[in-house]
């Protein structure tokens, strides 16, 4: 008997791991804000952690139908960030393509399974 991987599964995963790694990515903002911005007290130094903590609390909800949807808006205030600090704002252009780049190939395994043309779904019609 073989079992049947969910390809969307894998997905949250790697999702969840861009997120952490966002995380990271803009903590390491938090130096810049104290050497070369206002200092960590300030509204920037808030804005970096507020958008850090945000980042992380949506690892919780990425399961969830909506969760990527969150992650994804979460992407466009780190763009709309670039009006605080550039640094952020270019972070956000960069992570934001990269979640363009993984819904569109999640939406694309998601075709592609309704379709029935996946190579696991593939193999399990030859062995019939």
């Given at each position: 008997m073989t079992t049947r991987t969910d390809p969307m599964k894998s997905f949250?995963?790697?999702m969840l791991a861009t997120l952490v790694l966002e995380v990271i990515v803009v903590l390491l903002a938090l130096p810049?804000?104290?050497k070369l911005g206002d200092g960590l007290a300030t509204w920037q130094g808030v804005l970096?952690?507020?958008l850090a903590l945000a980042l992380l609390l949506t690892c919780g909800v990425l399961r969830r139908p909506?969760?990527?949807w969150v992650a994804a808006g979460l992407q466009v205030v780190m763009i709309a960030c670039w009006f605080a600090m550039v640094a952020l704002g270019i972070l956000g252009l960069i992570f934001g393509l990269v979640w363009a780049l993984l819904l569109w190939m999640r939406h694309?395994?998601?075709r592609r399974m309704a379709q029935?043309?996946?190579p696991s779904q593939q193999a399990g019609k030859e062995a019939s």
């Open positions: 949250v995963s790697v810049v804000v104290a970096v952690g507020v909506w969760g990527r694309d395994v998601a029935g043309t996946l």
